[in-house]
Nanobody
């Protein structure tokens, strides 16, 4: 009923840029938090950038100053990735804490993941 759909992943050379987008759809009452995570083989999924309900943002140290998370509208979040490096290569996942219509508590939702590959 509620889902997140990601787009924008791809292949880019080091120093280049990509913009990821995530759109929530379905019967939604409230989206409390939206965020981007990434995961590489053999490692835990890690938070890259978080956009809170109050409009605050948080970034992993490894991407601070290069990545920018934006709440484009009530149901969409984007991640602008500048000056990409090979170590940024990962599957990127959209996350949102969403309270569905008719429900009185939020649940965790994840996108399908989109591959970002940075070549050197």
């Amino acid at each position: 009923q509620v889902q997140l759909v990601e787009s924008g992943g791809g292949l880019v050379q080091a120093g280049g840029s990509l913009r990821l987008s995530c759109a929530a759809s379905g019967s939604i009452f409230r989206i409390n938090t939206m965020a981007w995570y990434r995961q590489v083989p053999g490692k835990q999924r890690e938070a890259v950038a978080v956009f809170t309900l109050g409009g605050n943002t948080n970034y992993a140290d490894s991407v601070k100053g290069r990545f920018t998370i934006s709440r484009d509208n009530v149901k969409t979040v984007s991640l602008l990735m500048n000056r990409l490096q090979p170590e940024d290569t990962a599957v990127y996942y959209c996350y949102a804490a969403i309270t569905a219509s008719g429900i009185n508590y939020p649940r965790d939702y994840w996108g399908q993941g989109t591959q970002v590959t940075v070549s050197s």
